[in-house]
């Protein structure tokens, strides 16, 4: 009784926000949209059927390839920087995870317009290849604009993940290592890089997730000509007033979603 009472709260939270939500959007795919807009009450299977239409599927798959590729750049660039900060002394190595969190302390609409001030056609970056006498180049509303949003908003999500991970690592190993002749390289390759495949694994996840489904960051720095799969859902629900329609692509994405999640976990308990 004692632990219910303890739990409750969480529970009703997660019944409340989370189960009847999703519950109502399960049952909203299999209705029909009304005339003019809403949810009329008959069975159809046809929201599935629109689904698979090439429009709606090279949608989901350039939202895929975009957050790959920023997942896959955060990577490259998170890997050595919880790297250095794991060798770091203790006192600068706060500094540096500080630092790695600040921008969260920030409000994120006002994060992604500054890289507009930033990638506009007048704007800094531009203004500094003028000085070196390239561009200027046109830097927003396309997909690299949005790689870049995301990137800044989520590159902290793969970094403190890798971060524990590498300074979890027992230093006897690479010590090990090295004193039987493998070279830094080698022992990062058959050392540090398996034992910290884990913290990889979450870091993808954690920057993967967020990018697959933002809608924000395309919205601002995409413009009209971008549109990933988040914006197709809020433009079905908000602007095409198809709500049926709307829940069978977010069931679509949380269906991704999940796939993503038991893969990670499979990996991780192989890893």
Request: glycine residues 8%; charged residues 10%.
């Amino acid at each position: 009784m004692g632990a219910f009472v303890f739990l409750s709260p969480g529970l009703t939270y997660l019944v409340v926000l989370l189960l009847v939500p999703l519950a109502l959007v399960l049952s909203n795919t299999v209705f029909q949209r009304g005339r003019f807009g809403g949810v009329v009450y008959e069975f159809t299977t046809e929201n599935f059927a629109r689904l698979m239409d090439p429009l709606y599927l090279g949608v989901v798959g350039g939202s895929l390839r975009i957050a790959a590729l920023t997942t896959a750049i955060a990577l490259l660039l998170g890997y050595p920087t919880a790297y250095a900060i794991a060798r770091l002394s203790p006192k600068w190595k706060t500094i540096a995870l500080v630092a790695i969190v600040l921008p969260f302390w920030t409000n994120f609409i006002i994060r992604v317009y500054a890289w507009i001030i930033l990638l506009s056609g007048p704007g800094l970056v531009n203004s500094g290849l003028a000085a070196i006498g390239l561009g200027p180049y046109e830097l927003l509303y396309n997909q690299g604009a949005i790689v870049t949003g995301l990137l800044y908003s989520y590159l902290p999500l793969m970094v403190l993940p890798l971060y524990a991970a590498i300074e979890r690592l027992d230093p006897q190993l690479r010590e090990a290592s090295a004193n039987l002749g493998a070279s830094p390289f080698t022992t990062f390759r058959k050392v540090t890089l398996p034992l910290t495949i884990p913290g990889v694994l979450s870091g993808c996840l954690f920057v993967f997730v967020p990018s697959f489904g933002n809608f924000v960051i395309p919205e601002i720095l995409g413009g009209s000509k971008s549109i990933m799969v988040g914006n197709l859902i809020r433009d079905q629900f908000l602007k095409a007033r198809d709500w049926p329609f709307g829940s069978t692509l977010a069931l679509a994405l949380i269906a991704v979603l999940l796939v993503l999640l038991m893969a990670q976990a499979w990996m991780a308990r192989r890893a």
